[in-house]
C-alpha cells in the first residue's frame, strides 16, 4: 500500500482516523537512554560530553575546543562563503528570508504598561528578556540553514544579549550554509554537538559550556526527551514531534501542486505525516497516481514511501464544511487551505500551528522566507500550544506601587482572605498598612 484512503461517511471512520494520529515508539527505552546520557553529564561535564559526542558522530576530540567555533570564526566563514560562487546565491537567499523574518517578527514583542486605581495605587507589566538562549539545530540526515533564522532571530529581536547554537558534526561535517545563517543572526558561539549531551550540558553546564536560560528548535526523539527532562532547569520551546501537513483541497488545485505539497512533509524523513483532505474522490485517484508517477524519480524516493505508508493518508469528505471538524480533531502542525475564499472558514477552525489560505500559498515558503516562524506545535498540540515567537524569548514581571491610602484599602481586603486561610504573618503584615 502506497497510502492509505480513509473516507469520513465510513461508520469506523473516527475509529481509522485515531489510529492514523496515534504514534507510539519505544519510549521507556528512549527514557532511560536519555536519562542516563543527563545525569552522566551533569556528574562528568567535558568529558561525557567529549565521550558521547565521539561515539555518536564518529569523531576524534581531545577538548571542548575542537567542537566550538566562536562569533568571530562565523564571521570569518561568512566572508569566506560569500566570496565563493557557489555559496553566493544561498547566502543572498538567506540574508532576504532573515529580513522577511525580521520584520514579521518585530511586530511580535510583549509590550510593557501600567495604569493607576482609584485608590493610587500603580499596577503594570515590565517586560525583559532572557539572558542566554541557545537554538539546537538538527544536523544529520538533513542539515536546515532555515532553522537557524526561525530559532535565532526572535530571540534577537526580543533583545536576549547572547546566543548559543548548537548543531550536531556527523564524522565532522558541517554545512556551510547552516553556519552562514548563524553569522547572519550573530550566534554567539557554536557548538558542533547534538542530541541529549548537548542538551544536558546547555542545561546543567559543563567546565567549558556556560548554562543557558531557555532551549530552543527541534531534534529527534532523544533530543526531545532530553528536553522533556531538563524543562523546570531551563525553559524549553516545546516537545517536538515529526513535520505534519494536512491539505484541504475542493478538487481544482492542479493536482500536481497537491502531490508536491503533500510529500514536502514526507520528505523530512520516515517520520512524517501527509494528509489530504478532499470531497472529490475522482481528484483522490488522480493524487494517488501523481504521486506514484514522480517517486520514480524521487531523490528521496524511500523516506517518502515509508512515510506515506505509516502515516500518511488520502481522506475522502462530505464537504469543505465537514472538513472543519476534521481539521480540529487533528490540530494540525501545517494546513493548507487549498480553495477559493478560505479565509470564510476561519472561524471554524480552532486548532492548527500555521494555515496557508489559497492555492497560492504553498507550506514550503513558510518554512523558508514567507515571515511566520517555521517552529510549531505537533502532534495535536496546536490544541494548546502556538508558534515559537518573541514572547518565548521575553518575561513578563508584575509591578505594584502601593499609596498610603491604596495600601489601607488593600488590607481591608487582605486581612479575612488572609485569616481564612490561617495564615497569621499574612494577616499582620497586611494589618501594618491599615
Known amino acids: 500500500m502506497l497510502i492509505r484512503r480513509l473516507k469520513q461517511n465510513s461508520d469506523d471512520f473516527d475509529v481509522q482516523l485515531k489510529r492514523l494520529l496515534n504514534r507510539e515508539d519505544d519510549q521507556r527505552r ?32 581531545n577538548s571542548i575546543r575542537d567542537i566550538t567555533i566562536d562569533h568571530d570564526a562565523l564571521q570569518k566563514k ?50 525583559t528578556p532572557l539572558d542566554r538562549a541557545a537554538l539546537y539545530v538538527p544536523g544529520g540526515k538533513a542539515s536546515y540553514p532555515s532553522s537557524v533564522l526561525m530559532n535565532s532571530i526572535p530571540a534577537r529581536v526580543a ?10 558534526a556527523p564524522q565532522g561535517e558541517l554545512n556551510p550554509l547552516v553556519l552562514a545563517a548563524a553569522a547572519i543572526c550573530e550566534v554567539d558561539i557554536v557548538y558542533t554537538m547534538g542530541g541529549a549531551q548537548a542538551v544536558a550540558a546547555l542545561a546543567y553546564g559543563t567546565e567549558s559550556i556556560q548554562a543557558v536560560d531557555k532551549i530552543v528548535g527541534p531534534g ?25 501537513i494536512l491539505v484541504v483541497c475542493d478538487g481544482k488545485t ?19 505525516q501527509s494528509i489530504l483532505l478532499c470531497p472529490n474522490v475522482s481528484f483522490i485517484n488522480e493524487v494517488e497516481k501523481e504521486i506514484e508517477r514522480v517517486l520514480k524519480t524521487s531523490t528521496r524516493a524511500e523516506i517518502i514511501r515509508k512515510s506515506l505508508a505509516d502515516f500518511g493518508a488520502l481522506i475522502e469528505v462530505q464537504s469543505l464544511d465537514s472538513a472543519m471538524e476534521v481539521i480540529n480533531q487533528i490540530a494540525p502542525e501545517h494546513l493548507e487551505l487549498s480553495f477559493d475564499e478560505p479565509e470564510k472558514f476561519l472561524p471554524n477552525i480552532r486548532h492548527a500551528g500555521a494555515i496557508f489560505l489559497g492555492r497560492h500559498t504553498p507550506e514550503a515558503f513558510g518554512d523558508y522566507c ?20 518573541v ?28 485569616e481564612v486561610e490561617g495564615l497569621e504573618a499574612h494577616a499582620k503584615s497586611a494589618q501594618c498598612r491599615s
Open 30 to 61: 528512549v527514557t532511560t537512554v536519555v536519562s542516563n546520557i543527563v545525569a552522566d553529564v551533569r556528574h562528568r561535564g567535558d568529558q561525557a560530553v567529549l565521550e558521547y559526542t565521539q561515539r555518536f558522530d564518529q569523531r576524534v576530540l
Open 78 to 127: 561568512l566572508r569566506e562563503y560569500e566570496s565563493a560562487a557557489q555559496w553566493k546565491q544561498s547566502i543572498f537567499a538567506l540574508k532576504q528570508a532573515a529580513e522577511r523574518i525580521q520584520d514579521y517578527h518585530q511586530r511580535q514583542s510583549l509590550l510593557a504598561w501600567s495604569y493607576v486605581d482609584s485608590h493610587g495605587n500603580e499596577l503594570g507589566q515590565r517586560i
Open 159 to 168: 533583545g536576549v544579549p547572547h546566543l548559543t547554537m548548537t548543531v550536531p
Open 220 to 244: 529527534n526523539q532523544y533530543v526531545a526527551e532530553a528536553k522533556r527532562q531538563v524543562f523546570g532547569q531551563v525553559g524549553i520551546d516545546m516537545i517536538a514531534g515529526p513535520s505534519e
Open 254 to 272: 492542479p493536482v500536481e501542486w497537491i502531490v508536491w505539497d503533500l510529500l514536502s512533509q514526507a520528505e523530512h524523513d520516515e517520520a512524517a
Open 370 to 389: 514567507a515571515g511566520p516562524n517555521h517552529v510549531l506545535p505537533t502532534s495535536g498540540t496546536a490544541r494548546f500550544a502556538s508558534p515559537l515567537g
Open 391 to 418: 514572547p518565548d524569548f521575553q518575561k513578563r514581571t508584575s509591578l505594584i506601587r502601593c499609596s498610603v491610602e491604596g495600601a489601607k484599602h488593600l488590607a481591608s481586603i487582605a486581612l479575612p482572605l488572609a
